[in-house]
């Protein structure tokens, strides 16, 4: 007989988050480093693609190791929780990083961005850098903390409409069990 490990949704989102936020963490530190070693940006922007398969495969061993138990919104809740938890290390990064590591950060995507929309040109460009600009004067960038802020709301709302179309599939597959009553009335027949 095989044992199953029936925890709630809640701890098992926050246990499985640790481990999704650490990853999300070193997500954000290679796109920030991205600037001065593509190769790094090239790794980012994989593991990002990979986002949706870590994510399936967590909930998938959630679900079975609950012995297939867990219903649709505890499925769902457990993808949420995930990336509530997720979200919540990776902004402790961000402002860690934005705080003490690298401070100018900000101005200098800022900088970057002034300098790309000016050669891009055109109307449009010359706008957004204008705009930009006006940003750098007024002193006007965000706080890391309000990065923080919509990093977790953009984490669990992404999350949250990621795991509302993986749990359906999640759920699809698994093991059909016959009921002895079924086949009774099936041989009686």
Same mark, same amino acid.
């Given at each position: 007989m095989e044992k199953f490990k029936h925890k709630s949704v809640f701890r098992r989102g926050?246990?499985?988050?640790?481990?999704?936020?650490?990853?999300?963490?070193?997500?954000?530190? #290679? *796109?920030?480093?991205? $600037?001065?070693?593509?190769? %790094?940006? /090239?790794?980012?922007?994989?593991?990002?693609?990979?986002?949706?398969?870590?994510?399936?495969?967590?909930?998938?061993?959630?679900?079975?190791?609950?012995?297939?138990?867990?219903? #649709? *919104?505890?499925?769902? $809740?457990?993808?949420?929780? %995930?990336? /509530?938890?997720?979200?919540?290390?990776?902004a402790a990064t961000i402002v860690v990083y934005?705080?003490?590591?690298?401070?100018?950060?900000?101005?200098?995507?800022c900088q970057s961005a002034i300098a790309t929309y000016r050669h891009i040109g055109g109307a449009m460009g010359n706008e957004m850098a204008s705009t930009l600009e006006l940003m750098l004067k007024g002193n006007m960038l965000p706080s890391p903390l309000s990065i923080a802020g919509n990093t977790i709301s953009f984490g669990v709302f992404s999350g949250s409409i990621l795991s509302l179309i993986l749990t359906p599939i999640i759920r699809h597959f698994r093991p059909r069990v016959k009921d002895d009553d079924d086949n009774n009335q099936i041989n009686q027949i």
């Open positions: 926050a246990e499985d988050g640790l481990g999704f936020g650490i990853y999300l963490s070193a997500l954000f530190i #290679f *796109s920030a480093i991205a $600037t001065n070693m593509p190769l %790094l940006g /090239l790794i980012a922007t994989i593991m990002a693609l990979v986002v949706p398969v870590y994510t399936y495969l967590t909930l998938r061993k959630g679900f079975v190791q609950n012995g297939y138990f867990y219903t #649709f *919104s505890e499925v769902w $809740t457990h993808g949420i929780v %995930l990336f /509530l938890c997720g979200s919540m290390i990776m934005m705080t003490w590591i690298n401070p100018n950060f900000l101005y200098e995507q």
